[in-house]
């Protein structure tokens, strides 16, 4: 059974140049006339008109082509030039923290999970059920919204969006010190929660809520987040509905990505698109 998501083809550029090739063809017939003597073509005097109109474009991959990626065990960098893109995950252009059979890009999806431990383990786990957008750097204010969808084990399970992670000792990790704050969904009951994990190392829930739009099971919901204010506010939405809205973030700027939270159970992620203003 496949699990990929539905998505938008972006069609691939071939470039061909048709040649024409001119055929000349001559009939037989009884004629009461001579005969003509067949005489060899003229030389063609022009080349062959070449089309001028340019081929589609393809819309920019979150690659290293556009900001140069970072190695995985790398510290997010606090300042990095970046206008934003997309990423349908096609392939692996290198733009994401990715985890031999955890966390890694196939069959045109970004997949999570499943995860030996998380978060719900206990609270001195290190909270590393999560994807880093390294080719993104440190974002302040942002527009960024993705589809997702339950593929396999506990449906119960939060996953959604890494609003915004401050790794504070350089580890990859939510440790105590650190900062992080994400926004997930559940198919098991249709409900969003956002927490926060402070510097302090505890767990903080600001929002949880039912929400109707939530399609439940293995149907695509799109998450998005728009952090505005300098960063110390964000406006989150489910399906396009809005949902909810975060003040007072205490880090004005901090790395983004894909979050589940949660053992024994496996998220699929597609069509990943932010804009930066």
């Given amino acids: 059974m496949s699990y990929k998501l539905k998505r938008v083809l972006v069609p691939l550029v071939s470039f061909m140049t048709l040649v024409g090739l001119a055929c000349t063809c001559g009939g ?20 062959p008109a070449v ?11 979150l690659a290293p082509t556009d900001v140069p990626a970072l190695p995985t065990d790398t510290a997010v960098p606090e300042e990095q030039v970046f206008t934003g893109g997309v990423d349908d995950f096609s392939e692996d252009y290198g733009g994401w923290t990715t985890i031999p059979d955890v966390a890694g890009i196939g069959n045109g999806v970004f997949y999570l999970g499943p995860f030996a431990e998380c978060s719900d383990v206990d609270d001195t786990t290190p909270f590393g059920c999560f994807t880093l957008c390294i080719v993104c750097g440190y974002l302040s204010e942002y527009d960024m919204k993705v589809d997702v969808a339950y593929v396999d084990g506990v449906s119960s399970r939060l996953f959604g969006l890494l609003l915004r ?6 580890d990859g990790f939510a440790h105590q010190g650190d900062y992080l704050l994400y926004f997930g969904l559940s198919v ?14 505890k767990w903080y829930l600001l929002g949880d809520s039912f929400e109707g739009s939530i399609n439940p099971g293995s149907q695509i919901n799109t998450l998005r987040a728009v ?3 300098g960063g110390t506010a964000m406006d989150l939405y489910i399906n396009d509905t809005k949902v909810n809205t975060v ?12 979050v589940l939270d949660g053992r024994a159970v ?6 990943f698109e932010i804009s930066v203003p």
Avoid: C, H, M
């Fill in 247 to 258: 003040t007072g973030v205490p880090y004005d700027s901090g790395a983004i990505g894909l």
């Fill in 28 to 47: 037989l017939g009884v004629s009461s006339t001579p005969t003509a003597t067949l005489e060899p073509p003229a030389a063609a005097t022009e080349a």
């Fill in 227 to 229: 952090s505005y204010d």
């Fill in 165 to 170: 992670f401050v790794d504070n000792d350089g």
């Fill in 51 to 61: 089309a001028t109109e340019p081929p589609p474009t393809k819309p920019p991959i």
């Fill in 188 to 201: 098991y009951n249709q409900r969003f929660r956002i927490w926060e994990r402070n510097t302090d190392g």
């Fill in 266 to 271: 496996t998220i699929a992620f597609d069509n």
